[in-house]
C-alpha cells in the first residue's frame, strides 16, 4: 500500500491521479496475463478505511473484504464461485462485495476505484 497522507476534514483530493506503487499479485491469485495492483489508503471514516485501489489488464482470483466501491475508469467482470451474478464495472459502476466471496476478476482496460472497506477487513 502507498503511503499517503491522511486527508484531512474539509479537503479533497482528485482520486484519478493519487500516484500508487504497483506490486505483482501473488503467483497462486494469477489466472492468466500479468496483473499488477496498487492502493493508496486516503484516511478512515467511522471505522472505515478509504482509499484508493487499481488493477491493470489480465485475470485474477481473490478472497474480498466487506466493501463498497465507485469505479472512476477501466472495465472489468467480477465473477463469484459460488454462482451469483457477476459485475460488470465500468466507470460510474458503484458496487458491494461480501466480506470471504471468492472472486475472478477479469480486467479488459486498467480498472481505478474508490474503495471502503471495513478497517479490520483491509
Not at 496498487?38 to 471514516?45: I, K, Q, S, V
Not at 484508493?52 to 466493501?67: L, Q, Y
Not at 479488459?108 to 474508490?114: D, Y
Request: charged share 20%.
Amino acid at each position: 500500500m502507498q503511503d499517503f497522507p491522511p486527508l484531512p476534514p474539509d479537503s479533497a483530493v482528485d482520486a484519478s491521479r493519487v500516484e500508487l506503487a504497483m506490486h505483482e499479485l501473488p503467483a497462486a491469485q494469477i489466472v492468466s496475463g500479468q496483473p499488477r495492483t496498487g492502493a493508496a489508503e486516503l484516511g478512515t471514516l467511522g471505522g472505515c478505511a478509504v482509499g484508493v485501489w487499481e488493477i491493470t489488464p489480465g485475470v485474477s482470483t481473490d478472497v474480498e473484504a466487506d466493501e463498497l466501491f465507485v469505479v472512476l475508469s477501466g472495465r472489468a467482470v467480477v465473477e463469484f464461485d459460488d454462482g451469483s451474478t457477476p459485475l460488470q464495472l465500468q466507470p460510474g459502476s458503484v458496487a458491494r462485495l461480501r466480506g470471504g466471496s471468492h472472486t475472478r476478476w477479469t480486467v479488459s482496460e486498467t480498472l481505478r476505484k474508490v474503495y471502503i472497506v471495513e478497517s479490520n477487513g483491509s
